[in-house]
């Protein structure tokens, strides 16, 4: 597992909404030169994350515990390891090309959907069997035995930051 985190520029504001990012275009550039495309796109899930606002962090809204995320997870693992236990794999990670064909079936909607996203961002083929992997997953986190449109749509919205700040 790989798991990393970094500003989208040296001042740490380029994009916000909050405040105005002090770098100079080439600055942006040269700071976010240093991820590749290539690299990026080997990241599964790429998610921004803003600041969160103190009324925010105050609410007394019901939000899921880590014990009830922590059981939904367990949950997703046991249904893959069920899955795959005659394959030699444990996870939706594991998925080969052939396997992901056999597993990640989608109906007209979710195929709609993928290609939709796929025109509009130019998403690599290499994204194709990330965004379905995740699919997959985030349907066994559902407890979903098929893939649904809103599962890809989700596993699509994991892959935008390389098309946002590292466009083609």
């Known amino acids: 597992m790989f798991v990393a985190s970094m500003n989208p520029c040296e001042c740490g504001y380029y994009g916000s909404?909050?405040?105005?990012?002090?770098?100079?275009?080439?600055?942006?550039?040269?700071y976010m030169g240093?991820?590749?495309?290539?690299?990026?796109?080997?990241?599964?899930?790429?998610?921004?994350?803003?600041?969160?606002?103190?009324?925010?962090?105050?609410?007394k809204?019901?939000?899921?515990?880590?014990?009830?995320?922590?059981?939904?997870v367990n949950k997703a693992r046991k249904?893959?390891?069920?899955?795959?236990?005659?394959l030699g794999i444990y996870?939706?990670?594991?998925?080969?090309?052939?396997?992901?064909d056999k597993y990640c079936n989608l109906d007209e909607k979710?195929?709609?959907i993928l290609q939709n996203a796929f025109e509009r961002?130019?998403?690599?083929?290499?994204?194709?069997?990330?965004?379905?992997?995740?699919?997959?997953?985030i349907a066994d986190l559902d407890e979903k035995e098929n893939i649904e449109a809103s599962h890809i749509a989700e596993a699509i919205q994991y892959r935008n930051l390389d098309r946002k700040y590292w466009k083609n």
Not at 37 to 48: A, C, K, M, Y
Not at 61 to 72: G, K, P, T, Y
Not at 91 to 100: F, G, H, R, V, Y
């Open 34 to 59: 240093k991820i590749s495309g290539p690299l990026l796109d080997r990241i599964d899930i790429q998610v921004e994350v803003t600041p969160v606002k103190y009324q925010k962090l105050n609410s």
């Open 79 to 86: 249904i893959q390891i069920k899955r795959y236990q005659k």
């Open 110 to 112: 979710g195929k709609t």
């Open 17 to 30: 909404k909050e405040k105005e990012c002090t770098c100079t275009q080439r600055q942006i550039s040269k």
């Open 121 to 137: 961002l130019g998403l690599s083929a290499r994204a194709y069997g990330r965004i379905l992997k995740l699919a997959r997953t």
């Open 61 to 72: 809204c019901e939000v899921e515990s880590s014990e009830q995320i922590r059981n939904r």
């Open 91 to 100: 996870s939706n990670a594991e998925l080969t090309p052939k396997l992901i």
